[in-house]
């Protein structure tokens, strides 16, 4: 008998040569008809691999990552069955089609033009293989034997793939029904288990990512468990492309991209104001947490990251220049120049914590084809701090840290998830400290009871990291805030502060990031916020509307009061009818319009339209603009009370 070790411990025997699918049915039954593959000592395999050794075995629903790959890859082999079905006389070549983020792909090369119209015979063809409830049976052989398929069957790209292995190389394929595919899974076991799926798009690809390939077809398609969560699913895409901050960007003349600068963005007036009242609020959060601010130069010499070890580790990514025959690097990180600042005084321990806070900008090469909005761009400004504390410090610095954390994201009514990352292969530095360097990030976690998993070999190549995940209104969640702990800089910059004893010592560094990249993070908040502004962020925050030009005296009267107490105030006096006005004001997303005529001007009220809203609210003036300044006191927005 084996003795198969479960994840919670538990060790259950088996007879040798059971396979996983009839072990899950022992463990439980209701559990087997959820399970979508398994994970034996690591590896992730098929519900038909057999057990033939003692081994620990994990279960893989689609709540796992692993689980919901298996379950979208057997999508994508229905799919490419149902074109080699439906086009078999438009000579259908089978390129790659992987399980990926949220769904699924497959490349086709095929002598015909697919439409939107194909994708929706494509998706009916595959309901059928659905239906029919099809085996996926794994078959290894040797390449000699899968090239020697391939050819007959006409395959040309999965043979050159083949041809790409090693001579001794073992081959799986996959088969349901009448269709074989090259693959090494792992798969569910039978097409019957994929039944809530949507084919999405069809776009071009080259094949192997090389522009001097063939341009093949690429059909995009997801797959859930469930109708309903698919269902949910496509209806959060369809809300996540009315708030795309790139359309929105436009409507709102916030921003723009030029083919003059690709990946650098330019802001416009209105964009400018978010993005200055979003470093206000950082500077006030940051002085109450202890912060100074510092400026480093944008440009500094080859020394400098050579030590840092970015020169190195980083240099793919990073523009450069010369001055005076000496090379330069413009920065991609604010960390060396911060090193810098510190080592320019003598420290106590009495200075520590010390933490300095700057708002820099960092530029770094990404690929054209990578570059999407303000979520991936070429140069943007980091809200980087980086905190000088002694080995004592560190865990009560990042439960600081967190609190600032926790405030600054609740401000935006985000949520968050964390992650903790570790050590990467491309690292510096010895196992211990990064050993001591990991367990006191997760001891922080731990002893604040904050849930969070393990990202293996993510970290920065100088130290381990928590990563905040945060969860927009319509619950995608977006990478922002970063805590990294290091203990290699200091020892590159030989900095040094005395202790209690009067010798020298090593500080420890805390790298943080709250919204990561303030373009970034406003691109998240345009989606997050659908472009409708919290009062205190909107670049235009009451819009005054007089009826007629005699009302226009009044209208300019409260639009020079509200301006000089701060507000951000238009008047609309253009001859137009007043609810096209209004309309437009909906449009912009003002929260607040202001309709003014002969009562208003007569009792010195406003009738106050919120964005959003169809009622009206008649107040006084002066209530009004009270209102308004309480919730940019607060950061509430136009709706909240």
Request: some cysteine.
């Amino acid at each position: 008998m084996l003795k198969i070790t479960l994840k919670d411990g538990a060790v259950r025997e088996v007879a040798e040569g059971t396979s996983v699918i009839d072990f899950v049915k022992q463990v439980s039954n209701s559990l087997a008809k959820k399970v979508l593959a398994a994970k034996v000592d690591g590896e992730t395999v098929d519900l038909t691999r057999v057990l033939d050794k003692d081994c620990q075995v994990d279960f893989l629903t689609f709540e796992e990552e692993d689980g919901r790959w298996a379950l979208r890859h057997t999508a994508s082999h229905i799919l490419a069955q149902a074109v080699k079905r439906l086009y078999k006389d438009n000579n259908v070549q089978l390129a790659i089609g992987p399980a990926i983020d949220n769904g699924f792909y497959y490349d086709f090369d095929i002598d015909r033009q697919l439409t939107e119209a194909d994708l929706r015979d494509i998706e009916k063809e595959m309901k059928k293989i659905v239906k029919e409830n099809l085996k996926l049976e794994r078959k290894e052989v040797s390449r000699a034997d899968a090239i020697a398929f391939f050819k007959e069957k006409g395959e040309n790209y999965k043979v050159e793939l083949i041809e790409d292995l090693p001579e001794d190389a073992i081959i799986s394929m996959y088969s349901q029904g009448e269709f074989t595919d090259l693959c090494a899974g792992p798969h569910v076991l039978s097409t019957g288990k994929v039944k809530a799926f949507k084919l999405q798009s069809v776009a071009g690809a080259y094949w192997r990512g090389s522009e001097k390939n063939k341009m093949l077809q690429r059909i995009y398609g997801t797959a859930f468990e469930k109708q309903a969560d698919l269902d949910e699913y496509l209806h959060m895409l369809e809300e996540a492309a009315k708030r795309d901050h790139r359309k929105l960007g436009k409507e709102l003349d916030l921003f723009s991209l030029h083919e003059e600068g690709p990946g650098f963005p330019f802001f416009h007036p209105n964009g400018m104001v978010i993005r200055n009242e979003l470093i206000n609020y950082w500077r006030e959060v940051h002085r109450r947490y202890g912060y100074q601010e510092i400026k480093t130069p944008m440009i500094m010499n080859r020394k400098l990251w050579e030590t840092s070890g970015h020169w190195d580790h980083y240099k793919e990514n990073m523009y450069f220049t010369k001055i005076d025959d000496e090379d330069y690097a413009v920065k991609p990180m604010n960390c060396p120049g911060g090193m810098l600042v510190y080592k320019s005084h003598p420290h106590s321990y009495r200075d520590l914590p010390l933490r300095m806070g700057e708002l820099g900008l960092v530029h770094r090469h990404e690929l054209s084809g990578a570059l999407h909005g303000l979520f991936r761009v070429r140069n943007f400004t980091q809200d980087d701090a980086h905190l000088f504390i002694t080995p004592s410090q560190i865990e009560e610095e990042i439960q600081h840290t967190i609190d600032l954390f926790d405030e600054v994201y609740s401000t935006f009514g985000l949520s968050y998830t964390a992650e903790l990352s570790t050590r990467p292969e491309d690292s510096m530095g010895s196992d211990e400290i990064w050993e001591n360097a990991t367990n006191a990030l997760r001891n922080a976690l731990e002893h604040r009871g904050l849930e969070y998993i393990i990202n293996e070999g993510d970290g920065a190549f100088y130290g381990p990291k928590i990563d905040f995940h945060l969860r927009d209104s319509i619950g995608r969640t977006w990478q922002c805030g970063t805590i990294q702990l290091d203990m290699l800089m200091p020892e590159k910059f030989d900095l040094t502060y005395v202790g209690e004893d009067g010798e020298k010592h090593r500080p420890v560094m805390l790298h943080r990031v709250v919204y990561g990249s303030i373009e970034r993070f406003i691109g998240i908040l345009i989606e997050n916020y659908a472009g409708a502004f919290p009062v205190w962020l909107a670049p235009v925050q009451v819009k005054i509307l007089p009826i007629t030009d005699k009302h226009a005296d009044y209208a300019y009267e409260l639009k020079k009061k509200m301006f000089d107490l701060g507000l951000r105030v238009e008047v609309d006096d253009r001859n137009e009818k007043t609810g096209y006005k209004i309309r437009e004001a909906q449009v912009k997303k003002i929260p607040y319009a202001l309709v003014v005529g002969d009562q208003e001007v007569e009792n010195g009220t406003v009738t106050v339209r919120r964005y959003g809203e169809k009622e009206t609210q008649s107040m006084a003036a002066e209530d009004f603009i009270k209102l308004v300044q309480e919730k940019i006191a607060s950061k509430k927005s136009a709706s909240e009370e």
